[in-house]
């Protein structure tokens, strides 16, 4: 069974997502570390319960998903995986940071690129991996079905969804993909989204105003 930690890091507010099982191993999901307290927040973390990072995830590249992606390089040697179509956006990071009165240094090159319907594991736990544009060109969502649990990133929030008018947003893009890819999982599926609450995909479905007609 997949366990999930939830810290909340930078100015912006973004959920890293922790995902480990009784392998020892872990993911890490939008390390979202902005100075090296944040991050010693996180590897006290890691340490603490004798985790080992194998996998780093982006679920995007904007620029709060991916602050502490050169961290987790430095200090464990993982290269984030991505979509290609979200290479715009981690290559503009640093522009888009000081358009936010922050900084930070050019992200590391990905790892390796991810497409809807590829799995990605770790320790026992396998995810698989969804493609919802809509946000952003390569928005993904992480799936496990074994442990009824979907990680959203910002395509879906507790009664709201991402903003589309960032370069390469539309909004009924995301509305689509959230319908067609999303709302097709069980109800009971936990969504974590990249920013707020958890929620459940049923709910979303009867109670999100922007599908409620």
Same mark, same amino acid.
């Given at each position: 069974?997949?366990?999930?930690?939830?810290? $909340?890091?930078?100015?912006?507010?973004?959920?890293?997502?922790?995902?480990?099982?009784?392998?020892?191993? =872990?993911? $890490?999901?939008? =390390?979202? =570390?902005?100075?090296?307290?944040?991050?010693?927040?996180?590897?006290?973390?890691?340490?603490?319960?004798?985790?080992?990072?194998?996998?780093?995830?982006?679920?995007?590249?904007?620029?709060?998903?991916?602050?502490?992606?050169?961290?987790?390089?430095?200090?464990?040697?993982?290269?984030?995986?991505?979509?290609?179509?979200?290479?715009?956006?981690?290559?503009?990071? $640093?522009?888009?940071?000081?358009?936010?009165?922050?900084?930070?240094?050019?992200?590391?090159?990905?790892?390796?690129?991810?497409?809807?319907?590829?799995?990605?594991?770790?320790?026992?736990?396998?995810?698989?991996?969804?493609?919802?544009?809509?946000? +952003?060109?390569?928005?993904?969502?992480?799936? +496990?079905?074994?442990?009824?649990?979907?990680?959203?990133?910002?395509?879906?929030?507790?009664?709201?969804?991402?903003?589309?008018?960032?370069?390469?947003?539309?909004?009924?893009?995301?509305?689509?993909?959230?319908?067609?890819?999303?709302? $097709?999982?069980?109800?009971?599926?936990?969504?974590?989204?990249?920013?707020?609450?958890?929620?459940?995909?049923?709910?979303?479905?009867?109670?999100?105003?922007?599908?409620?007609?």
């Amino acid at each position: 069974m997949m366990e999930i930690t939830r810290l $909340v890091f930078n100015p912006i507010s973004v959920n890293t997502f922790v995902l480990s099982d009784d392998s020892g191993e =872990c993911a $890490v999901i939008d =390390c979202g =570390c902005y100075n090296d307290d944040e991050f010693g927040e996180l590897t006290a973390l890691l340490e603490g319960q004798g985790l080992k990072p194998v996998l780093l995830l982006n679920t995007h590249c904007h620029l709060d998903h991916i602050f502490g992606d050169i961290l987790m390089l430095e200090k464990y040697g993982l290269r984030a995986v991505c979509h290609r179509d979200d290479l715009y956006n981690r290559k503009r990071a $640093v522009d888009h940071a000081r358009m936010f009165g922050l900084y930070m240094e050019h992200p590391p090159e990905p790892g390796g690129f991810l497409s809807g319907g590829d799995k990605v594991c770790f320790g026992n736990t396998e995810l698989e991996v969804i493609h919802v544009p809509g946000h +952003s060109p390569g928005s993904l969502a992480f799936y +496990s079905k074994e442990d009824k649990t979907v990680f959203t990133g910002d395509a879906l929030f507790e009664g709201s969804i991402g903003r589309s008018d960032l370069p390469g947003g539309n909004h009924e893009t995301l509305l689509n993909n959230i319908r067609e890819k999303l709302f $097709v999982l069980p109800a009971d599926t936990v969504a974590w989204p990249g920013h707020g609450d958890s929620t459940l995909i049923g709910d979303e479905i009867r109670f999100n105003p922007f599908f409620i007609r």
